[in-house]
């Protein structure tokens, strides 16, 4: 089975951080993607890459940014934490080769900002 | 804009009772759809997937559900509900390009 795993369960960061979620997915799938979970407002795309080095902005990008410098690896970046990034983040991981598409989730990063 | 919408927001149903969660959804071309379940602190496991073909889809866990073109919509069902089954669910649809769209979720809440 297709694996994807978010390094931290748990983080709790100060406002003005420069905050990292490392997202590592271990079956070679070409997409990538990262959402954010909001009670009442279900999964919001954030950003996505389709491959390595690149990146397209989700619904909502603002004060966020990515990295995908290897194909298993696309990491979230807060440049400067604020309060309300405070979320569940969860990413993904999908590829259309096969007759097995579909989307693979990591079990979320629940970040707090003080 | 594609949309996705579950307008049940919390349904609570018996042990043992039968179970169906709505979804419609707005697209222009028959998409891809898919329904997850999020048990509590966990990510999305999915559930059941339609792309092509019967309109009638098997799932894990006991769910099927149903794709009717002419209502635009995607309901989850099960016949009888266990209390594992306590859970959040997902309807979500694919854009064609690769991207999910997710409604904003159904709380199940079961009693014994």
């Known amino acids: 089975d297709v694996k994807v795993t978010q390094s931290s369960r748990y983080l709790v960061k100060r406002t003005g951080e420069k905050v990292f979620l490392e997202c590592v997915q271990d079956?070679?799938?070409?997409?990538m993607f990262w959402y954010r979970q909001d009670p009442g407002l279900g999964l919001r795309l954030i950003y996505f890459?389709?491959?390595?080095?690149?990146?397209e902005k989700g619904d909502i990008p603002e004060g966020y940014s990515v990295s995908r410098e290897k194909k298993e690896r696309f990491s979230l970046i807060l440049e400067s934490a604020s309060t309300n990034q405070t979320s569940m983040y969860l990413c993904?991981?999908?590829?259309?080769?096969?007759?097995?598409?579909?989307?693979?989730f990591g079990s979320g990063t629940r970040l707090t900002v003080v | 804009a594609q949309s996705v919408t579950q307008p049940d927001i919390h349904i609570t149903v018996s042990e043992g009772a039968s179970l169906e969660l709505r979804c419609n959804y707005s697209?222009?071309?028959?998409?891809?759809l898919f329904w997850y379940v999020q048990s509590p602190g966990q990510g999305l496991q999915l559930l059941l997937k339609?792309?092509?073909?019967?309109?009638l889809v098997q799932g894990i866990k006991g769910f099927e559900a149903e794709f009717k073109r002419s209502q635009s919509s995607f309901n989850l069902r099960k016949p009888s509900v266990h209390w594992s089954d306590a859970a959040e669910y997902f309807c979500?649809?694919?854009?064609?390009?690769?991207?999910?769209?997710f409604g904003t979720g159904t709380r199940l809440t079961i009693i014994p």
């Open positions: 993904a991981s999908s590829t259309l080769q096969g007759s097995g598409y579909g989307y693979t």
């Open positions: 979500a649809v694919d854009h064609g390009n690769e991207k999910l769209t």
């Open positions: 339609y792309f092509s073909g019967d309109t």
């Open positions: 697209y222009g071309a028959t998409p891809y």
């Open positions: 079956m070679d799938h070409e997409n």
């Open positions: 890459s389709y491959d390595v080095k690149m990146k």
